[in-house]
């Protein structure tokens, strides 16, 4: 039985890397590109059917420029895959406020407040980064190895045939295989880690007797109770204990 105020928000967590955004990334910006109106072609064709140069462009061109303004290329590549990072990152300041939301429930916080900090939060290492840019930016020998495969992997997409390249099949393949096999640790096993016989039987229990019942037969997860006649399937906790032992 779960309260209202743990701090886990989901059952299971999902780590999304930055080659994966990549791959999503280029499949989506290329789709965009090709399925919207061409802001470029949409203003050459204008200018072909105009005599005065210097006429204002329509609403509907500048419109569909700035929505699609021409090719997908490697710099709007880049600069969605960094957009698309920073933002997948930058939820982790929520958990100062859910953590003061857990423990200190009396002291309520303002909207303003939380959304002003976790702003400011998700803004402090860009603006450490700003200053210290000749050190970690403009610097030759500031080299960042874990970014490396990622550059390659922009590089082949754009600078690479992929319509009969053989790593995107297995791409394809690999990726297939791992959505059905999350299945397995990332919704089953968490199933097994903890089964309560007492909260499964009172599981539409409400209010105080919910309470006391969480305190004592509850324990899956951290601040939640004894965990007494809990069992758990995991093998990982077997492992242990044998090891221990």
Same mark, same amino acid.
């Given at each position: 039985?779960? *309260? ?14 930055? =080659? ?7 499949? @989506? ?17 204008? *200018? ?29 590549? @880049? ?22 939301? +857990? ?12 959304? +002003? ?8 290492? /860009? ?14 020998? =500031? ?7 990622? !550059? =390659? +992997? !922009? ?17 394809? /393949? #690999? ?16 199933? +097994? ?11 539409? #229990?409400?209010?105080?007797? @919910? ?28 492992? =242990? ?5």
């Amino acid at each position: 039985m779960l *309260r209202p105020t743990d701090k886990q928000f989901k059952p299971t967590a999902a780590t999304i890397g930055g =080659s994966f955004i990549c791959l999503i990334i280029w499949f @989506a910006g290329r789709a965009w590109a090709a399925v919207l109106p061409r802001g470029d072609r949409l203003e050459k064709k204008w *200018r072909e059917a105009k005599e005065n140069e210097d006429t204002p462009l329509p609403r509907y061109i500048k419109f569909a420029k700035l929505i699609n303004g021409g090719p997908f290329g490697l710099k709007e590549h @880049a600069v969605a895959a960094i957009t698309a990072s920073s933002a997948s990152n930058g939820t982790a300041s929520i958990e100062v406020f859910t953590t003061q939301n +857990l423990y200190y429930p009396d002291n309520p916080l303002s909207p303003m407040l939380v959304i +002003l900090g976790t702003l400011s939060i998700g803004l402090f290492g /860009y603006g450490l980064t700003g200053l210290f840019r000749p050190v970690t930016v403009d610097n030759a020998e =500031s080299v960042y190895w874990s970014q490396i495969p990622l !550059l =390659s +992997l !922009l590089q082949n997409l754009h600078w690479s045939d992929l319509r009969t390249s053989k790593k995107m099949r297995w791409f394809w /393949y #690999a990726f297939g295989f791992m959505t059905i096999y999350q299945i397995i640790p990332g919704y089953m096993f968490p199933w +097994l880690n903890s089964v309560s016989i007492p909260c499964l039987a009172a599981m539409h #229990a409400t209010g105080a007797k @919910a309470e006391i019942l969480t305190n004592i037969f509850g324990g899956a997860l951290n601040n939640e109770g004894l965990g007494i006649l809990n069992f758990s399937f995991d093998w990982q906790y077997a492992s =242990s204990l044998y090891t221990k032992r």
